[in-house]
């Protein structure tokens, strides 16, 4: 029970702090007609999957990525925390970082796939 609190308390944590200082200021940066200041993972998915921002809706997407680095985040560092070496800890970040990471924006493709959108 304890660790399913932590890892509810790093997403929410995560959450916040990615939705003020990500999403906000790509926000901003839209705002002012600045592509080139889109967050990797906006780029990732456009230049990866061939993601349509006009169809998805940037907005949108933004705070899906947010949510789903979120959670990578939250997974990550309780998987890590389960163990009590900081070695071990260290390599279990190292190792699965890429890995959840690439997994989880596959699911996001997958989802829009599903619903149409790209």
Known sequence: MQEFVLFLL?????????EIFIVRRAIKNEKKKK????????KYLVNKYKFNLKK????????VVALVSSFDIAFIVSLSLLTNSFL?????ILVLVIPVILISYHLVYLIYKKRGLI
Do not use: N, R, W
């Not at 790093?10 to 990615?18: E, G, K």
């Not at 809706?57 to 705070?63: A, F, M, P, V």
């Not at 071990?88 to 279990?92: A, G, R, V």
């Open 10 to 18: 790093s997403y929410l944590f995560v959450f916040i702090v990615y």
């Open 56 to 63: 998805i809706g940037y907005h949108k997407l933004l705070h």
């Open 35 to 42: 592509e080139d200041k889109q967050p990797i993972e906006i």
């Open 88 to 92: 071990l800890q260290m390599l279990i």
